[in-house]
């Protein structure tokens, strides 16, 4: 498949809306919640007036005409947080999309991107019985703790 990354443009972030749900995690054959679950304050964290913070940074990925992926860090009280000194990420893609290496492209281009402004941790929380776990421990993330039902990450860039 063809598909291309790059830095998301100030008038684009709206679409984190959309990949912020996307990456709401729903068990097999369960059904989604609706989407006004992202309008929650612990789910707002991820997108409220991004941009505005030092760890904002954010890449697209494109295919047939239309963005189908995003990945995203920012430093935030999130379900991913260690620390104020380092950014907690989210990533997601539009169904279709997944399973097709664009997932895996996108994390090593945002972990690239965080070592060269000068980060030497990136974390995330995951549920135990997402898929996406493998693509983090493959990208380089450990299981920094365990909780209940998810997996705080932690990558050392």
């Known amino acids: 498949m063809n598909y291309s990354i790059r830095p998301i443009r100030e008038e684009e972030y709206g679409c984190l809306d959309e990949f ?13 919640p609706d989407r006004e679950i992202i309008r929650k304050p612990e789910l707002q964290v991820y997108v409220d007036r991004f941009g505005e913070g030092q760890a904002d940074f954010c890449l697209l990925a494109e295919a ?9 860090s ?9 620390s104020d000194g ?8 539009l169904p279709e999309y997944r399973n097709k290496g664009i997932g895996t492209a996108l994390m090593k281009e945002m972990l690239a991107l965080l070592k060269e402004k000068g980060y030497s941790q990136v974390s995330l929380s995951v549920q135990k019985d997402n898929y996406a776990v493998k ?16 997996y705080l990450m932690l990558a050392d860039l």
């Open 20 to 32: 912020l749900y996307q990456a709401v995690f729903a068990m097999e054959g369960a059904e989604k």
């Open 135 to 150: 693509l983090y421990r493959k990208s380089g993330f450990r299981i920094y703790r365990e909780r209940e039902n998810e």
């Open 64 to 72: 047939d005409g239309k963005t189908v992926g995003a990945v995203w």
């Open 74 to 82: 920012r430093i935030m009280n999130d379900y991913g947080h260690i």
């Open 86 to 93: 380092i950014p907690s990420l989210a990533v997601s893609l």
